[in-house]
């Protein structure tokens, strides 16, 4: 019985899609804009690090930090 019967179709109806080159701009930006945060905020952090260890460095001889090292031989 089952194969006498005509198979029912189902129709739905899709919308064309379409580019949205305006999201894939802002979404670029927004990226972007993103790994510029993080580069500045990596920066920042190392050179803070940079900064405070060649202050723990030079800071055991005083003297040293002031000198222009001219009398070192290669």
Request: hydrophobic share 55%.
């Given at each position: 019985?089952?194969?006498?019967?005509?198979?029912?179709?189902?129709w739905?109806?899709?919308?064309?899609?379409?580019?949205?080159?305006?999201?894939?701009?802002?979404?670029?930006?927004?990226?972007?804009?993103?790994?510029?945060?993080?580069?500045?905020?990596?920066?920042?952090?190392?050179?803070?690090?940079?900064?405070?260890?060649?202050?723990?460095?030079?800071?055991?001889?005083p003297?040293?930090?002031?000198?222009?090292?001219?009398?070192?031989?290669?």
């Amino acid at each position: 019985m089952l194969l006498l019967q005509e198979p029912v179709i189902t129709w739905i109806k899709v919308e064309k899609p379409t580019f949205d080159l305006v999201g894939v701009v802002l979404g670029s930006f927004k990226l972007a804009g993103a790994m510029l945060v993080v580069a500045l905020l990596l920066g920042i952090l190392g050179g803070v690090l940079f900064v405070l260890r060649r202050r723990r460095v030079t800071s055991a001889s005083p003297a040293d930090a002031l000198s222009l090292h001219l009398d070192i031989h290669p």
